[in-house]
């Protein structure tokens, strides 16, 4: 009889250091096992077009060098389900390191607009109309006129067309007008200098993981714009592969800060390069380690030393069985 209850005391206790061992290792690995079922996904049926949707084509105009006066043309198209009123003004703007243009009130006086918006050029421009509804699935063109005054400076001169579209009336009082906005670049002949450099490249020393975000600090040192798309896109070299920053512009006299994320391996001691033509490398190390997946194999082992230790209890407890019978 003692044998018996001795021999289920000791099957108890290895089911419980088993269980305590894979309790263990679920929790270090975060185990999907703990998480809701996965449900079969089932086909949909496609979504309905949204009440309100403003397209505007092209998202932006560059006025090539030498032009003095010229018609540009905007497409806006409604893809929603019910028509909406249209109001298009033109604003001088500066842009912030995030890429976001920030629009200079219309009421400014001229000499207060160039102080806060370095190279302003809405007083270049016309447009036709200026007000105009576009029923569902229609379009409607919009002519700007460029007209570059007598002997402007040389390089540059920058401002934006503001499609906007006013709230409607609602129950509540908060009204958000809605819009799309399209920068327009004009470049005086002169000096035309498109060189940039790298004003900061960082990274976090240390990862457990992937992605890592990479990001580059792009200031414009010339008299134009820099686009940094299609071929000419910036690439960072990590670890023997090549990471693409998004596109992006840089406007004259301008920054841009440009974020690119990269998927390294498990365990990487790495370094991550940019460069531009005409500019030196920068260049940051980058750790990785997987600190988690050392926490799993730690639990993991501590699982196997218990189990061993029980094991060893068991037999421990049969031999003394043996010589009490």
Known sequence: MNRTVQKHRRASLVRRGLALGGALSLVW???????????????????PAPNFALQVSPTRLVIPAGTTATNQHFKVTNKGSAPFDVTVEKSDFTADANGVLNFQAQAQAQAQAQAQAPYAASAWAGVEPVSFRVAAGASRMVNVRVTVPTAPEPGDHHFA?????PAGRNASNIRINRGVAAPVFVTVPGRIDDSVEIAGFHAPEFATGGPVP?????????????????????KARVGGSEVAFPEFTVVRGGTRDVTAHWNPPLICFCDATVSLPGSRPVTV?????????????LAALLAALLLTWL?????????????HA
């Open 29 to 47: 690995a975060g185990c999907p096992a703990l998480a809701e079922p996965t449900l079969m996904s089932m086909p949909t049926a496609p979504a």
């Open 214 to 234: 990479i990001t580059a600090n792009i200031h414009s040192l010339g008299t134009v714009h820099r686009d940094f798309r299609g071929t000419d896109q910036i």
């Open 161 to 165: 067309i503001i499609f906007k579209v």
């Open 311 to 323: 094991v060893k209890c068991r037999r421990s407890n049969r031999t003394d069985g043996n010589v």
């Open 285 to 297: 190390r980058i750790v990785v380690f997987p600190l988690h997946l050392l926490g799993i194999l």
